[in-house]
């Protein structure tokens, strides 16, 4: 059973902007949350089971109908479940309507999307539309946080005068406001809400005590970091691009691998095997909204050439670099007939934006290829049974557990070639085609 907005209006007075964190933390307070993706939904959903009330607020009514009806709208058989239950407790409901749920609550958490815009900079509106609609409510003795990715002092730049001039009132002393960037791995909200450490990026003092009790009423024992705007914002970017980096580095190993004739996925577990100093990740496709995108926040601020901008070259290119190993045995790719097996950014997703393996079967089609998609995970994609009938090349292009299982299928299904991108196979699982594989020997 879900609730609506009439239901926590009870709670709705306070007198006073510095009663809000004792308001929180006896769970008195109302929170709003901003955008219900795969940030702000996961969030909903672990502060209503944390003894808050929370209204989740997304302008497409289409997706609000059914989180009201207990449907996540993603991938994430965890959370479905979590919603369910926020539901029956009454602790959750959804509203497509921004400024009349604003007001309801104590707490706004902005979760927009921050995506890339054509000329690879940041796109902005999404942003800005929700800081109106928050500016445009009464803001008084309310607290804002904005959880969203964003270029460093977006806060100080850009969120913080928009809110002073749309509302009229003064942040620090009527509303609070802070930065607190998400962190979550995607797909595990459901453990990392509660064990990673906040950063908290605050206007002042009695901003941070908010944001503060809030996380807090998650877990009682979750570390606090505390820091200002902008570095809360440089944090989270540091965060992923160190990852990226990481990741091009590793692929780059399999390149040379390649060429050495050898295979980096056992060089690279031998390097790592019982020697500290050395935590090589896996080679293989590195993207999505955030991997993919982040680097770009902070390179497209400078005019100096940097890491960033050669790991971005390095992973994109990784795509291509298949299809040119394909085209090497096969010559060209006219009219041959390809099985794609995963189309999502990663494992046990369904999320396909920025993905390596949708960038795959985009310049695979290109080269002229008949490409066929089998993904479990996204229903607009075909039965893996379809696309294994008679393929000339079979390409596993991504992680997912519930591939594990399918070499003997594949192995049947006639196809010349096997390539494998995360070296999931062995070559002794398949008994006529060639098994091929990212950063091993051609």
């Not at 902005?110 to 539309?129: A, C, E, N, R």
């Not at 099985?339 to 002229?368: C, H, M």
Request: proline letters at 5%.
């Amino acid at each position: 059973m879900s609730t609506n907005l009439t239901s926590f209006e009870h709670k709705q007075v306070i007198h006073m902007l510095t009663d809000l964190p004792q308001k929180i933390k006896k769970g008195e307070a109302v929170v709003c949350v901003i955008g219900l993706g795969r940030v702000g939904l996961p969030l909903g959903i672990v502060l209503a089971l944390s003894g808050l009330q929370v209204v989740g607020i997304d302008i497409d009514k289409h997706k609000v109908s059914n989180i009201k009806s207990g449907k996540m709208p993603f991938y994430y058989p965890v959370m479905h479940g979590w919603l369910q239950k926020a539901l029956s407790k009454g602790a959750f409901t959804a509203s497509s309507q921004p400024k009349e749920s604003i007001e309801q609550c104590d707490v706004i958490i902005v979760t927009v999307g921050t995506p890339m815009g054509i000329h690879y900079q940041i796109d902005y509106s999404q942003l800005h539309f929700a800081i109106r609609e928050v500016g445009e409510a009464d803001l008084t003795n309310r607290a804002v946080i904005v959880r969203s990715t964003a270029v460093p002092g977006t806060m100080v730049n850009i969120v913080l005068p928009m809110l002073k001039r749309i509302s009229g009132l003064r942040p620090g002393v009527d509303f609070a406001l802070a930065a607190c960037p998400e962190r979550i791995l995607e797909g595990q909200a459901h453990t990392e809400l509660y064990e990673l450490p906040e950063i908290i990026g605050a206007i002042d003092d009695l901003s941070g005590d908010i944001a503060q009790e809030l996380f807090l009423k998650i877990n009682s024992k979750k570390v606090i970091l505390r820091t200002t705007p902008t570095a809360a914002e440089l944090a989270k970017l540091f965060s992923n691009i160190y990852r990226y980096v990481g990741f091009a580095l590793a692929n780059e190993f399999a390149i040379w691998a390649e060429k050495y004739g050898e295979n980096a996925s056992e060089i690279i577990r031998t390097a790592n095997d019982g020697y500290p100093r050395s935590r090589i990740p896996k080679p293989g496709f590195a993207g999505g909204p955030c991997l993919g995108k982040d680097g770009f926040l902070l390179d497209n601020n400078t005019t100096f050439s940097s890491i960033v901008s050669a790991a971005w070259k390095l992973n994109e290119g990784i795509p291509q670099h298949i299809v040119a190993s394909l085209m090497g045995e096969l010559g060209s790719l006219c009219g041959i007939k390809i099985a794609v097996l995963g189309l999502a950014f990663k494992a046990n997703s369904d999320d396909v934006r920025l993905s390596p393996s949708a960038k795959l079967v985009e310049i695979l089609r290109a080269y002229g290829a008949d490409v066929l998609v089998h993904d479990p995970n996204i229903k607009e994609t075909l039965p893996i049974t379809e696309v294994l009938q008679s393929p000339d090349v079979v390409i596993l292009a991504t992680n997912h557990p519930a591939f594990t299982d399918v070499a003997a299928s594949i192995d049947k299904s006639g196809c010349k070639i096997i390539y494998d991108v995360w070296n999931m196979f062995k070559p002794n699982d398949f008994t006529m085609a060639k098994y091929m594989g990212f950063g091993r020997a051609k």
